[in-house]
């Protein structure tokens, strides 16, 4: 049991979200989640997969027969088509995303059968209404024949009289009996005509009935998709439109002198020999370095200063920064410590806080960008220690490179021992910018060769040597470093 104060006053209805991390991470919470996520949390019995998903593979008929074994069960998970788990004795070890994927696939399982017995249901409904339906008219004509027969056959007949004026009197009766049963016959059968008539032109009216009700379904499905088509393009129009106003840096609204100051430039030296004062903000360092520096061309990939004027928010820890090829396409200010960076396409909240790049658009992605970006996957967590050191664990099953391999060993801050063939990241924790290292290589550093100290490149999928070959990375801007390494020392050539 783990006891977590809200606050240091002992208030209600006050919660310090700082302090409240600090805790959970002083307790280990934070680390055990993580270690719970990595490995197979969720563990279901086989009585309860086969129970719950064994329709996926069995039919109704063969389930009542399967047996919970190890074989069948094994068949139930390979027939979802899901990685993530694994078949033990008698349980089954799954990830925490699978448990969430298996009930979508039962739901919508349960779904289709649910369609199947409705339609067959109401097929059988209107089969036996119509059965009955003829069956009530065929009952009712034969109770009024029978009634009928009833008032001609129960009349008392005269008596017979023996002489001939009785006789004549018994024929003339007989004969108008006989006149009257066929009047009654002729009668019942031109009734019987008039209800076969009427039941034709009912069952005509209902057939038109039913052709216009289905054609105005038809013509209301029509409308419907016409509706959904017009939705999605203006949503896409509306995508398009968000994604052009995002569109290069995201800091960048306004570009003025110093946002062309970039790594490797050279640097005019200051015409103020004497200063060697700190700076403690982002716009007195801005103010200083237009004042005295030239504005060297762009290279591509450099970061610029302007890209750290989060800084001065003391709640930011992190800066992210998405480009695909050369092309920023969103940046995010994280306040956490601790953080992912995948590829889901949903903004679904997690146990921490998650970039998601899935969801963002660019009009001018190439297939080539968006093959990548479909494999980035669970992506990476990246964590922020207190002095500013920054880790990172790759979750996915694809390569994740460090870039910054690649840029030689001035700007070799990271655990070169833990890291693959071309900056390859494991799946364990790495570290990618390491604060003392960062310290021994400013010394001999330019002023923007610091800023660009204070951010760590991560590729997903692929990597090479040229920027515009790099279908998806990110750019990680620590505050801490940059609060450090940047803002509180001399800058060069004001020596």
């Known amino acids: ?30 680390a055990t989640i993580q270690i719970r996520r990595q490995g197979y949390p969720v563990r279901l019995k086989f009585a309860d997969v086969l129970q719950d998903y064994g329709l996926v593979c069995f039919s109704v008929s063969e389930l009542p027969e399967v047996r919970p074994t190890k074989e069948n069960i094994a068949r139930i998970m390979e027939a979802t088509k899901i990685d993530g788990y694994l078949v033990g004795k008698d349980k089954v070890f799954c990830k925490s995303w699978l448990r969430d ?45 029978f009634f009928e027969y009833l008032e001609f056959t129960c009349s008392t007949p005269p008596a017979i009289r023996t002489d001939e004026e009785g006789t004549k009197i018994v024929l003339a009766k007989v004969q108008a009996e006989k006149l009257k049963a066929a009047a009654i016959a002729q009668a019942v059968l031109m009734r019987k005509q008039k209800l076969e008539k009427e039941q034709r032109e009912k069952e005509q009216q209902d057939k038109e009935m039913a052709d216009a009700a289905q054609a105005a379904i038809e013509m209301e499905k029509q409308l419907a998709e016409a509706a959904v088509a017009a939705a999605a393009a203006a949503e896409a129009e509306a995508d398009a439109a968000k994604a052009k106003a995002n569109s290069g840096t995201l800091r960048r609204k306004n570009p003025d002198a110093i946002s062309r100051y970039v790594a490797g430039g050279e640097v005019v030296n200051c015409t103020h020999p004497g200063c060697r004062r700190p700076f403690r903000t982002f716009e007195e360092l801005k103010q200083h370095v237009e004042s005295h520096f030239a504005e060297p061309a762009v290279q591509s990939g450099d970061v610029m200063m302007e890209d750290f004027a989060f800084v001065d928010d003391e709640c930011v820890v992190t800066a992210v920064v998405y480009y695909e090829r050369q092309k920023c396409v969103a940046q995010f200010d994280i306040n ?65 490179f460090l870039q910054s391999v690649r840029f030689g060993d001035k700007f070799k801050m990271y655990d070169e021992a833990a890291l693959g063939e071309n900056g390859l990241l494991p799946q364990t924790r790495t570290k990618i910018l390491d604060i003392v290292l960062l310290q021994e290589r400013l010394k001999p550093a330019n002023f923007m060769t610091r800023v660009n100290l204070c951010s760590v490149r991560i590729s997903f999928v692929r990597d090479n040597d040229a920027d515009a070959d790099i ?20 800058k060069p050539g004001c020596v």
């Open 1 to 30: 049991v783990r006891c977590i104060k809200p606050n240091l006053d002992k208030k209600k209805d006050l919660f310090e979200d700082g302090y409240v991390m600090k805790q959970l991470r002083s307790t280990g919470m934070l």
């Open 101 to 145: 994927a298996l009930g979508q696939l039962r739901r919508q399982f349960i779904s289709d059968v649910e369609i199947v017995q409705r339609v067959v249901r109401g097929w059988t409904a209107r089969n036996k209404f119509k059965t009955l339906r003829v069956a009530k008219v065929k009952q009712c004509e034969v109770v009024r024949d």
């Open 336 to 400: 956490s410590p601790v953080f992912a960076v995948d590829g889901r396409a949903d903004e679904e909240e997690d146990e921490i806080p998650r970039v998601s790049l899935g969801i963002l658009v660019n009009p001018d992605r190439d297939s080539k960008v968006s093959k990548v970006r479909a494999h980035i996957g669970s992506g990476v967590v990246i964590e922020v220690d207190e002095t500013g050191n920054i880790y990172c664990t790759r979750l996915c099953k694809n390569n994740v």
């Open 471 to 490: 279908p998806c990375w990110i750019s990680l801007r620590s505050a801490a470093a940059f609060r450090a390494s940047v803002l509180t020392r001399t």
